[in-house]
């Protein structure tokens, strides 16, 4: 069956080659124009879970919805009012802005955790007022109490200038105490989550703040969700076309070294476009766009897929000097190949669809994309390569020495480096416990420490201190509730201090006791008669001062929560079955994303509490995805077992192979971890499946070479080498992304490849081939 393949594919080479070009090159051409990258971490929490439901739609609702901070760099003399006002109009006349954000706007003082009253003003005017208006006697001859009078009044204009009236352009920005830094923020007219309306809104709104920056001498920096958003979003597209390109490039440098031949190499080259292309039109045809986890899979295809390419050539080559330019050359070779080959392509297929077990709908379409990339790629190697050679046998050109293979034989004999490797990988398996005894919740992010969103954010937080009023947020159905979860976290150790509807009111029966002090210290205020003058000259009734009036109405516990929702919608949230949660922000002492704090956290302080916000999304998302890869390595263990089973016809040795590759996933985690500080993440997980996959792949070719003899053994020792190299060059092309996610997964992707080639040829091979 196998021969009459081989005699199909060089009978009919031209039409092979000109069927796999068409299709390559338009699923190619389809994957450039329709590709879109979504870096969005959010994206990776399933659909059909309710609690991830409520955690998404609070993090929509309450965190995303519009932030775009623009962060500006004053110099002397500046008008700041003026330069507010153009980047008002200018941003706003755009289609990508709904509206510049009133910082006298209750949610969004809560949102920057600035409060502009000051209690301790308010209760000196107070007090000022309180004295002149007491003087007596009050007669129209005695100008002490009019001069006085005059005094408050001007007091509290004073007052009212510096805190409450801030009408027009004033009121919406903000200016450090040194004069040197002012913020603005703007809602965007969509989600920051809309990635396409990101790419487009982002470069456009740049384009205005660089000719206001020039017009008024300034520094303009974005920052904020939205800038966050499409920061990481460039970034993985940038990553994605650089690794890509490199991976290219890399592996083609290495096969014309390997084989010496350049029409070798393009053959090599040429159909692994055609595979890549096809891959990708699958892939964007399937599922419309690239997420953060599947935007690896086109690197981690190039260098899965050339090892089928490279195999194939290796004994194509080795025929050549045997049976010369001949049709049996390439018979021969296939007759070689294709089991072990196929086998290896199933194993390989196999552990990356396990992926697809799980419920998240990114590894999901992780697992699905990388396993039908592999079968493309075995297809395209075997079928094409062997139309290529028999239709071009005149341009190959064969080496009559093969040197490499013969050093690499005479290195694999030499029993030191065998009991060195046997060594190294038993002590740092050890090493893979600590990994995963501290394994990281937190991992490194997608945006660089040098990006203008991250510069941006830390300008404001050294002028401004830091934003918020705490990233933790707690969730009560009734209000006896809140207070047991207010007193618990305020005798935590890991919190300082927390806002909720209790820093408004104690006790929902005693409506009068309506504190802090602030929105009752401007009830006073308010209810003086002159000040009262005062307040409306300026402007002052804004919906601040309209929930003092309906407060002071309010005859029930529901019209204060009425009221103060109305202003503060913050404080409050509905699920996705519309049941109401009073919500309490906790200020945090530590760093939640540094040293696994936020299990610290979440699993150990709150783990019996409602909780919501975007740390809270992202710790569970990855407890979520730490379980379902759990998952899909059982069953790839199991399924490459029966594999293995099936194509060794021995459950000894699929045991042994099996055995094999698990001490070199655990030496390569162990060894990221102690040597190379390279904490196991969530991607860093999905090695576990990978290589098992990738793994099984050199000792099943190694273990069908030896009933060959030396010459084959010789030869798929080189293939096999050449293989890791390639694969290596994909991976290793991670080292170049500015993202220190995809970074650290290369990284570790790459020890393990150089691990998996060590225990390959000089444990397993010496075991199988006793000669």
Known sequence: MIERLGKFLINHSRLIIIVFSVFGLFLGVYSLINLKVN??????????????????????????????LIVIELN????????AYEMKDKFEKTSYILKAEAFDNPENLIKYGIFT???????????YYNAVVNVE??????????????????????FADDFFSRSGIKKYYLISDDKTLMLMNFSMVKPVTDVKFLSVAIPKLKKIADDISEKFGVNVLFSGSAMSNYTGNLQVSKDFQITTL????????????????TSTMFFLLYVMILAMGTSLGIIVFLFKEINIVTSFVNAMLLGLGIDYGIHITAKIHENLRLYGKSSQSIIEAIKENFIPSFISAITTSISLFALALSPSRPLKEMGISSGIGVLVFYTFMNFLIPALYSRFFDRIKVPKKEYFSKFLELTRRFKPITFFVWGVVIVTSFGAYFAFKNFSYTPPGLVPKNSEFNIALKLAEEKFGEFGIGQIVLGARDFESLKNIKKKIENSRYFSNTFSILSFMNDPERLKEISPAFYWKINQIVSEPILDIVFKKYGLYNSLIETLGLLQSAKTFEDVVSSIEKDIPALFFYDTNGNRYFLLYAKEKLNLWENNNLRKIFDNELKSEKVFGYPALFYKVMVYLVDSTKNAVYFVFLAIIFTLFVDQKSLKKSLKITFYVILSILSTIGIGYLIFKIELTFLNLLII??????????????????????ESIMKTEKAVTVSVLTTVIAFGSFLLAQGELLK???????????????????IFLNGVNKN
């Open 76 to 83: 002397n003399g500046v008008n700041a009012g003026k330069l």
């Open 117 to 127: 009253v000051d209690e301790n003003s308010i209760d000196s005017i107070i007090g």
């Open 246 to 261: 490199v991976s290219l490039v890399g592996i083609s440098i290495l096969l014309l070294i390997s084989y010496g031949s």
């Open 39 to 68: 870096a969005e971490l959010t994206e990776l929490a399933p659909k059909n879970i309710k609690e991830f439901q409520d955690l998404v739609k609070f993090t929509k609702e309450k965190v995303i919805s519009n932030t775009l």
């Open 744 to 762: 650290e997964f290369g990284e570790l992707v790459v020890i393990g490849l150089v691990v998996s080639w060590f225990v390959s040829v000089f």
């Open 137 to 158: 006697p009050r007669s129209v001859i005695d100008f002490r109490f009019w001069r006085n009078l005059g005094s408050a009044i001007s007091a509290v204009s004073n």
């Open 689 to 710: 499946p990978i290589f098992l996959g990738i793994g099984v792949d050199s000792m099943v070719h190694l273990s069908h070479s030896v009933f060959y003899g030396k």
